[in-house]
């Protein structure tokens, strides 16, 4: 193990020891307040361009194994924790949290004080940090720093979309459903969760999932019956040609966006978004269905949200979060489309939502 160096744009720093990759990283440090799900974390693509917080004290106590990714690759830039466990016990276990981070070029770091880092973004917000084993000069990480761009403004979505349309088809498929029932889907994949197009499948839909510039006249050659934008990293405004992308699309088919794609999904009905002061990252957020006056505790993991203000009144709102009055859900009054910022597909996280993607199928097969 090595010494690892963490510095803040406050100019704050924080000695670590390294339990991951060597090298060097930049980005957006947020905190994670969920207690397990590290691997479906680690894999989400939403957290392209973040460092990312455990609040949990203890991360990696029941391993890696080779079922719970949520993507091809670990997408974030690095893992900060209490404590690392290097003796992890669970039978689907296949190697320990520290060897996979290795193995995949990811830093990870362990020792930090993650009550104090948090509880500094709680009141700062969130912040770029650089994190290196290979560079512990606080003045020249300074200046690497400095000289890093945010979030806002950067297309992050290119680097975690597929390359090539593929058809998607795992999941516990619903067998009661003929094939003639089985409405298409076509995702645009902007950084998609594998639980969202295993949740499709559970439902009976037919899964195509194409690249985020994919052009509308070829995705319309698959026939769908639905589309649904995906969740994905980074600044909703700097995904342009999806928005473009999107605005053709509307009045031809029913619409569901999730996290990104409801963002996306505003902004091509004439909305705004906006920076949030920490973001949303975790298990435990509330969120009211206005509709019925239900209370849904939800996944999260978006650090934009949709201005209430900026949309128009053919929208109307749905799900407001119960911590910061956040718009979390909308609906077009006329139109089939609606969309969550927040996550259904869960992983990790509660199962609370899970009925959007029966609303979305019944509505497909409507």
């Known amino acids: 193990m090595s010494k690892a160096l963490l510095i803040l ?31 479906e974390i680690l894999s989400d693509p939403s957290y392209e361009g973040q460092m990312v917080i455990m609040t949990y004290p203890l991360i990696g106590n029941y391993g890696i194994n080779l079922e719970d990714f949520e993507s091809r690759a670990p997408f974030l830039e690095g893992l900060i924790v209490r404590e690392h466990c290097t003796l992890p016990s669970n039978w689907r276990s296949r190697q320990t949290l520290g060897a996979y981070l ?131 990293p980074g600044d909703p405004e700097a995904v342009d040609y999806a928005i473009r992308t999107t605005a053709e699309f509307i009045g031809r088919m029913p619409i569901f966006g999730i996290c990104l794609g409801h963002q996306i999904l505003s902004l091509a009905l004439g909305g705004k978004t906006y920076k949030l002061k920490f973001g949303h990252h975790g298990g435990n957020q509330p969120v009211m269905d206005l509709r019925t006056q239900t209370v849904q505790i939800t996944a999260h993991n978006h650090g934009f949200a949709v201005d209430a203000a900026s949309l128009e009144s053919e929208i109307v709102i749905t799900h407001v979060n119960l911590n910061d009055r956040t718009v979390e859900g909308m609906r077009h009054r006329r139109l089939p489309i609606f969309s969550v910022q927040y996550h259904p597909e869960a992983a990790p996280g509660p199962h609370d939502a899970h009925q959007m993607f029966k609303e979305f199928v019944e509505v497909l097969r409507k």
């Open 9 to 39: 744009e406050d100019g704050s720093h924080f000695f670590a020891t390294s339990f991951g990759a060597e090298g060097e990283s930049i980005g957006e440090l947020v905190f994670n307040t969920s207690m397990t799900g590290y691997q």
């Open 102 to 232: 290795k193995e995949k070029g990811i830093l990870g770091v362990e020792g930090l004080d993650t009550r104090a880092l948090t509880q500094k973004i709680r009141n700062r917000g969130a912040m770029q940090a650089v994190l290196s084993t290979v560079d512990l000069d606080p003045e020249s990480l300074c200046r690497k720093l400095a000289a890093s761009p945010g979030l806002v403004g950067q297309d992050l979505v290119q680097r975690v979309t597929c390359s090539e349309p593929y058809d998607w088809r795992e999941g516990p498929e619903d067998r009661t459903a003929r094939s003639a029932d089985r409405p298409r889907v076509v995702v645009y994949d902007f950084g998609v969760k594998r639980n969202i197009l295993r949740s499709l499948v559970r439902f009976g839909c037919q899964v195509q999932v194409v690249p985020a510039r994919f052009p509308v006249q070829e995705a319309l050659a698959y026939k769908p019956d639905g589309l649904l934008l995906s969740n994905g």
